[in-house]
């Protein structure tokens, strides 16, 4: 049951905007991106947006009217994750108006999907919703910033200003549960290798704390942002809404901005706490640039003993230089956790060296042999599942296959869209190291970063491991 979705009813003459989400409604409705494209919409004269989600009539009819797919003109697609696109391509074929795809996907590397869409807003929309909505053909599009349709040479990604937040969302059974997500800044300080945030949504903003909303009719806050415990005044934001009676819960806390204070504040509302060490080698660590040590989730886990009954850790394997050993160091800082605690929940993902970050070049699996590191990961992963049945430690991994899937989907050129079609493709050409050298698929999109400070980050990976006599075998 939903709180405050727009009510307007369409009549004759009123063009209609289907703002399709290829993934469970859980997750749609805990996208703040979508819910502001839906009231800016909304609120023009002689336009009406109706929401489709792949679990609602199967994404073919809208959630508001059950008005099929087909009676809408222009279809908007949020795509938030690569194994999203099989859903989206579903829908987007059936689909025979103008078809605009939007989101961080496409912000990466838009080429496997790109024959079924025909145009792509890459960046922040809110400065050119309501001019994107009132496009007709693709020519309409063209020179609106942000707009690639293909015969653009380079694209320049498009940020917002972080003005006020909006006032108004609709609530309904989250992600996050039935809570008001209130965002308090984009982009990220941090500087981790891994990471695609720092460059897709550069700069870091900060909202204001003047410029947050009175909050009404819910019982619970979800405070977002990449890395929310950076914002300079995260403690007093907490403080506002956690005195006002409302129960709130950041998307994700750092190890080493964490205090008793802190943690006080949210235990009051909470019971579990989630933290995403990614590694728990030190040597590993340097090289994600992550800067979380070993001793840093020991610390959060002492302060969290008897404010908190579960702790959840987020890790990555199939790093560059990772031994057997450093995977059983997530084991064993997993198990301290637990003694400390009393519950530990895991969750391991394989590294996907995402377009755009310094990592770009490596090979997923994290060995110069690709085979060698399919195969390992498979084995780390076997090793996992087994010490954690003997430890107690509860886990969540999904299988390597749709790992290779995503890699595939985020690294990959336009023949890529084979797999759409239940062709086979070519896993080997996308998972593999690339040359420094080589002109990259996702080139033509301009973040604003500069190629050869990659260059230089992704060198620096190797002087580490060469150091630490660690070379990847
Ligand atoms: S992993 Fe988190 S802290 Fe690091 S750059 Fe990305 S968002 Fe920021």
Redesign the pocket.
């Known amino acids: 049951m939903e709180f405050n979705p727009f009510v307007k009813k369409y009549s004759k003459n009123v063009k209609r905007v289907a703002l399709v989400y290829p993934n469970r409604y859980v997750g749609g409705i805990s996208n703040l991106g979508m819910q502001y494209i839906y009231f800016a919409i909304n609120e023009l004269e002689g336009l009406i947006c109706e929401r489709f989600y792949a679990d609602v009539f199967d994404g073919f009819r809208s959630l508001e009217s059950g008005t099929p797919l087909n009676k809408f003109d222009l279809a908007l697609f949020s795509l938030q994750y690569e194994l999203d696109y099989f859903k989206a391509v579903e829908i987007a074929k059936k689909f025979s108006g103008l078809k605009i795809a939007g989101g961080p996907c496409v912000m990466i590397n838009p080429l496997p999907i790109k024959k079924y869409f025909d145009a792509f807003f890459i960046g922040e929309c809110e400065d050119y919703i309501q001019e994107i909505v009132k496009a007709k053909r693709i020519e309409d599009l063209e020179g609106i910033p942000g707009i690639y349709t293909g015969k653009e040479d380079k694209v320049k990604r498009i940020h917002s200003e972080l003005g006020k937040h909006i006032e108004r969302e609709i609530i309904g059974d989250g992600a996050y549960g039935r809570c008001f997500l209130l965002e308090i800044g984009r982009g990220?300080?941090?500087?981790?290798r891994?990471?695609?945030?720092?460059q897709i949504y550069s700069p870091p903003r900060w909202r204001k704390i003047e410029d947050l909303p009175e909050v009404k009719y819910v019982e619970k806050v979800a405070i977002i942002a990449?890395?929310p415990t950076?914002h300079p005044q995260f403690k007093e934001i907490v403080e506002r809404y956690t005195s006002l009676g409302f129960q709130v819960s950041p998307s994700?806390i750092?190890a080493d901005a964490v205090d008793e204070e802190l943690l006080e504040i949210l235990s009051r509302t909470s019971n579990s706490l989630t933290l995403?060490p990614?590694t728990a080698s030190e040597k590993l660590s340097e090289i994600l640039q992550?800067n979380i040590s070993f001793e840093d989730i020991i610390s959060v886990a002492e302060m969290s003993k008897g404010r908190f009954e579960k702790i959840k850790l987020y890790y990555m394997i199939g790093l560059p230089g990772e031994s057997f050993e450093d995977v059983l160091q997530i084991l064993d800082q997993a198990e301290k956790v637990k003694k400390i605690v009393g519950r530990v929940e895991i969750s391991v993902n394989p590294l996907i060296p995402k377009p755009h970050t310094p990592m770009q070049w490596l090979p997923f699996g994290g060995k110069v042999e690709l085979r060698d590191g399919i195969d390992e990961l498979r084995k780390k992963m076997k090793l996992i599942k087994k010490e954690c049945r003997k430890r107690g430690i509860e886990l969540q991994m999904e299988s390597l296959k749709e790992f290779e899937v995503q890699a595939v989907l985020s690294r990959g050129e336009e023949d890529v869209s084979k797999i759409f079609e239940r062709q086979k493709i070519d896993f080997e050409k996308y998972l593999g190291a690339i040359e420094i050298e080589n002109t990259l698929p996702w080139d033509f999109i301009d973040h604003g970063y500069s190629k050869e400070r990659l260059k230089k980050e992704y060198e620096k990976i190797w002087e580490i491991l060469n150091s630490e006599a660690g070379n990847i075998k």
């Open positions: 990220c300080i941090r500087k981790c891994f990471c695609v945030v720092r990449p890395s950076d994700s750092r995403a990614e992550k």
